[in-house]
């Protein structure tokens, strides 16, 4: 169905300046929408012939241009649409869409004041994990000073902690024998030259 200029202008005002009654009104009743709005352009231009749903289904084809109209200028379509050309400036502003209710309002500031706020609220949430690095760094010098600690061995030397933490090593019982064993053989061999030197004595 053809509309003219004044026809046209007749949908669109009516369509925009009633969007927020549109959006109210329940899919089932919407058909009335379009009806009331038939009828105003039948009695403004002294015709019978428009109907709701033809005053529907000619928007849905303006919005269908504007969108055409609108991925060409973006580089993003390659039709062109002179229709959508034409109407491109006042449906960029998409008058049509349903439009936030205050309550609707309110919940989206919200959104997006913690969507703000979510770094903050990351970094605080880290901020407690600090005192674990805080006492991994305390312990270092307690390691380090237990690591640097002399230990005395079996030598008379200081040896480090690595060394003498093993328990398998016994200094202490290697010390009193050590001793024993040479001063024995000493003594053997003392008496051994004592002897010999005796028999000589007696064969001459």
Same mark, same amino acid.
């Given at each position: 169905?053809?509309?003219?200029?004044?026809?046209?202008?007749?949908?669109?005002?009516?369509?925009?300046?009633?969007?927020?009654?549109?959006?109210?009104?329940?899919?089932?009743?919407?058909?009335?929408?379009?009806?009331?709005?038939?009828?105003?352009?039948?009695?403004?231009?002294?015709?019978?012939?428009?109907?709701?749903?033809?005053?529907?289904?000619?928007?849905?084809?303006?919005?269908?241009?504007?969108?055409?109209?609108?991925?060409?200028?973006?580089?993003?379509?390659?039709?062109?649409?002179?229709?959508?050309?034409?109407?491109?400036?006042?449906?960029?502003?998409?008058?049509?869409?349903?439009?936030?209710?205050?309550?609707?309002?309110?919940?989206?500031?919200?959104?997006?004041?913690?969507?703000?706020?979510?770094?903050?609220?990351? @970094?605080?949430?880290?901020?407690?994990?600090?005192?674990?690095?805080?006492?991994?760094?305390?312990?270092?010098?307690?390691?380090?000073?237990?690591?640097?600690?002399?230990?005395?061995?079996?030598?008379?030397?200081?040896?480090?902690?690595?060394?003498?933490?093993?328990?398998?090593?016994?200094?202490?019982?290697?010390?009193?024998?050590?001793?024993?064993?040479? @001063?024995?053989?000493?003594?053997?061999?003392?008496?051994?030259?004592?002897?010999?030197?005796?028999?000589?004595?007696?064969?001459?």
């Amino acid at each position: 169905m053809e509309f003219s200029n004044t026809q046209l202008r007749i949908l669109i005002d009516e369509r925009k300046n009633r969007n927020v009654e549109y959006h109210t009104t329940t899919n089932k009743k919407k058909y009335l929408f379009w009806n009331e709005i038939a009828e105003k352009i039948n009695d403004q231009e002294n015709t019978n012939y428009f109907t709701g749903d033809a005053c529907h289904k000619k928007f849905l084809g303006l919005t269908k241009a504007f969108y055409t109209a609108e991925k060409y200028k973006e580089g993003t379509g390659t039709k062109r649409s002179l229709v959508g050309e034409e109407i491109y400036e006042e449906f960029s502003t998409m008058f049509w869409l349903k439009p936030e209710l205050p309550f609707e309002q309110v919940r989206n500031e919200n959104v997006r004041s913690s969507s703000a706020n979510s770094p903050e609220a990351s @970094s605080s949430s880290i901020s407690p994990k600090r005192p674990k690095g805080k006492s991994s760094s305390e312990q270092q010098p307690l390691e380090k000073a237990v690591k640097e600690s002399p230990t005395i061995g079996a030598s008379g030397k200081s040896s480090s902690l690595a060394t003498s933490s093993n328990p398998a090593e016994t200094p202490n019982i290697s010390r009193p024998v050590t001793p024993t064993i040479p @001063s024995f053989s000493q003594n053997a061999n003392v008496i051994n030259v004592t002897f010999n030197y005796g028999g000589a004595s007696e064969d001459d």
